[in-house]
């Protein structure tokens, strides 16, 4: 019997057309004969404002590969409308990046619909995406981290609009060069590297903007090195690649800007320090309770052997020319086999 699979896509996330990128990737690979005996595919699209699209306009977008523009009429009923071709779906793949979508709440609505979805559920999701849970988690098992502070916009915007008292704290704990952050979301959005007290200032300001929770890190100088890891509980992970690029930090045009960063897979590390990235990998996978797949990212300091855990991804970006994909397509999993196991993943945790 062939399954039908909801493809999940676009989402409420400034990483609406990186999502619609990877679900053009992931229709592709349903499409090969070997997944089309044994799978209908059903796209839905989620507009920027949150209205869900089926049928002709979903798979319009994904042949298109360009958003549809949002009805500007929309009212709150009809964005909570969902089109009732949903009850057909067996099993859902949300391809969906940062808030909104990575982050547990439309998998809190799959989970209510009581049908398998690919990836983390709610508890795994919401601590992958906010930078400083995920942080007390993996202190918590012992993986090693750049000092940190967690800051609130309150304590940003209190008057005077930054306070010097927390720029000299944040200089004492941690110095310069540093980064602020939002704590949740993706794709470097919101992120700054400071060198100065004004930069400081205007980091803090800028990062309060986007999230209520904000944190603050000590800058290192390391290469950046990534594992994927795909399974429930015996989770794997893939061999490692790394990422390298002539801008300052990994930032939004380095991530989206063709030509900008270069994938090196395998990455050329010490045989030790390999496996300990692979072995944090999927320590860091089980610590959030992520499920299904992960991408966990690294910080390798060459001159001293040092690894830090940056973060996990809980659904990573999903092109073909995605780092994720490619660590597996590289690791002996082909695209399409990878989303057939990331299907069967879903079954077998709703069981
Ligand atoms: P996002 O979830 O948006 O990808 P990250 O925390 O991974 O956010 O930060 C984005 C990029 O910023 C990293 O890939 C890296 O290039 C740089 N960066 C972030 N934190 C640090 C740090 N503590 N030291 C050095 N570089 C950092
Ligand atoms: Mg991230
Ligand atoms: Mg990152």
């Known amino acids: 019997t062939t399954r039908s699979v909801g493809l999940l896509f676009g989402g409420c996330s400034g990483e609406h057309e990186i999502s619609i990128a990877s679900a053009r990737a992931i229709a592709q690979a349903f499409s090969l004969d070997s997944n089309q005996a044994a799978y209908t595919l059903l796209p839905f699209y989620i507009q920027k404002n949150g209205q869900w699209c089926d049928g002709a306009s979903a798979q319009q977008v994904l042949a298109s590969g360009q958003p549809l523009a949002s009805e500007a009429t929309d009212t709150p009923s009809e964005r909570w409308h969902l089109p009732p071709t949903v009850a057909e779906v067996d099993v859902w793949f949300p391809i969906l990046h940062g808030p909104n979508g990575e982050d547990g709440a439309v998998q809190g609505l799959l989970k209510?619909?009581?049908?398998?979805?690919?990836?983390?559920?709610?508890?795994?999701?919401?601590?992958?995406?906010?930078?400083?849970?995920?942080?007390?988690?993996?202190?918590q098992v012992g993986l090693p981290q750049v000092n940190y502070m967690g800051i609130t916009r309150a304590q940003v915007w209190s008057n005077p609009c930054v306070h010097p008292k927390l720029c000299d704290?944040?200089?004492?704990?941690?110095?310069?060069?540093?980064?602020?952050?939002?704590?949740?979301?993706?794709?470097?959005?919101?992120?700054?590297?400071?060198?100065?007290?004004?930069?400081?200032?205007?980091?803090?300001?800028?990062?309060?903007s986007y999230d209520r929770r904000l944190i603050v890190e000590a800058g290192v100088v390391a290469r950046e090195v990534e594992c994927a890891v795909l399974g429930n509980d015996a989770p794997?992970?893939?061999?490692?690649?790394?990422?390298?690029?002539?801008?300052?930090?990994?930032?939004?045009?380095?991530?989206?800007?063709?030509?900008?960063?270069?994938?090196?897979?395998?990455?050329?590390?010490?045989?030790?320090?390999?496996?300990?990235?692979?072995?944090?990998?999927t320590q860091a996978f089980t610590a959030i309770d992520a499920a299904g797949l992960a991408r966990v990212d690294f910080f390798y300091v060459e001159a001293t052997g040092d690894v830090f855990i940056n973060e996990i991804n809980t659904m990573p970006g999903f092109t073909a020319t995605s780092m994720y994909p490619q660590l597996w397509a590289a690791s002996g999993i082909p695209f399409?086999?990878?989303?057939?196991?990331?299907?069967?993943?879903?079954?077998?945790r709703h069981a």
């Open 336 to 348: 399409p086999v990878l989303v057939d196991r990331l299907v069967q993943l879903a079954f077998e």
């Open 112 to 139: 209510l619909m009581q049908t398998p979805f690919v990836g983390s559920g709610i508890l795994g999701s919401a601590i992958g995406m906010d930078k400083l849970a995920m942080k007390m988690v993996f202190a």
């Open 236 to 281: 794997q992970a893939s061999i490692v690649g790394e990422i390298t690029y002539q801008s300052d930090f990994y930032d939004y045009e380095t991530k989206y800007t063709e030509g900008k960063a270069d994938l090196i897979i395998p990455a050329h590390l010490p045989a030790s320090i390999t496996t300990q990235i692979q072995t944090m990998a």
């Open 169 to 208: 704290e944040i200089e004492a704990t941690l110095a310069y060069p540093c980064f602020v952050k939002p704590a949740n979301l993706g794709s470097s959005v919101g992120i700054s590297k400071v060198r100065d007290r004004t930069q400081l200032e205007a980091a803090l300001d800028s990062a309060a």
